[in-house]
């Protein structure tokens, strides 16, 4: 059964940082991997799809790399702002089936201090 | 967005009653999906569908059903509803690009 884990829970950090967030899976054969920011009381938003052939997808300051092989995903947010504040969640969709459920972890909420 | 609306966007309502949630899209989007988000349990799939009148369960099925007979609703029905059903619920779709984008959420709270 697929499980997938997003290490540290909460991050607080400066404004103008460097960071990456963590995701692992336990099943390697994904068909595609996304990562969503959710604000407060709000839906999700997409932010990075990443097919199961590719090794990174960028849009502006985010950068999202997968290693398949390892069960890791990595979300780099470059300079920091208080607007990156939220959570961000990572999911997977399984490569058996057309289901095209995703399966999510818990989240990293990050805070980004002023 | 997607053209993704859900509605009601909240509803408090009382143990044993029937409950409808509503979710429509205005691009012809072939799949449609249910997930519930709680805490300690993240997003589970409840209910997704791959066509008008062609569903099938997620995960988390039990006491909900669905009904899409139109391609741009998709409907998700508490026949009685308890207070584990207590939810905020989430409607998606499935790009063509394999990209799903999600509804604004209806916060459902059972007494």
């Known amino acids: 059964k697929q499980e997938v884990t997003q290490i540290p829970a909460a991050l607080s950090v400066p404004e103008g940082e460097n960071l990456v967030l963590n995701c692992s899976f336990t099943?390697?054969?994904?068909?595609?991997l996304q990562w969503f920011r959710q604000d407060p009381g709000k839906g999700l938003t997409s932010l990075l799809l990443?097919?199961?052939?590719?090794r990174e997808q960028t849009s502006g300051r985010l950068n999202a790399s997968l290693d398949k092989s390892s069960g890791r995903s990595t979300l780099y947010i470059a300079a920091s702002q208080p607007g990156d504040s939220a959570t961000y969640l990572c999911?997977?969709?399984?490569?058996?089936?057309?289901?095209?459920?995703?399966?999510f972890g818990q989240g990293t909420t990050l805070q980004v201090k002023p | 967005d997607a053209g993704i609306t859900q509605s009601p966007r909240h509803k408090v309502t009382e143990t044993g009653t029937p409950v409808t949630l509503r979710c429509h899209q205005t691009?012809?989007?072939?799949?449609m999906y249910w997930y519930r988000q709680d805490p300690g349990h993240g997003l589970r799939l409840i209910h997704y569908?791959?066509?008008?009148?062609?569903?099938d369960k997620g995960e988390v099925s039990d006491g909900y059903s669905v009904s899409r007979s139109k391609t741009e609703d998709f409907l998700l029905t508490l026949e009685s509803a308890t207070s584990s059903q207590t939810s905020v619920y989430f409607c998606?779709?499935?790009?063509?690009?394999?990209?799903?984008?999600f509804g604004p959420g209806t916060r459902l709270t059972v007494l």
């Open positions: 990443i097919q199961s052939s590719q």
């Open positions: 691009e012809n989007h072939r799949y």
């Open positions: 569908s791959y066509g008008v009148k062609d569903t």
């Open positions: 998606a779709i499935r790009d063509r690009g394999e990209e799903q984008f």
């Open positions: 099943d390697s054969a994904i068909y595609n």
């Open positions: 999911a997977v969709r399984n490569g058996s089936g057309n289901t095209g459920k995703l399966i």
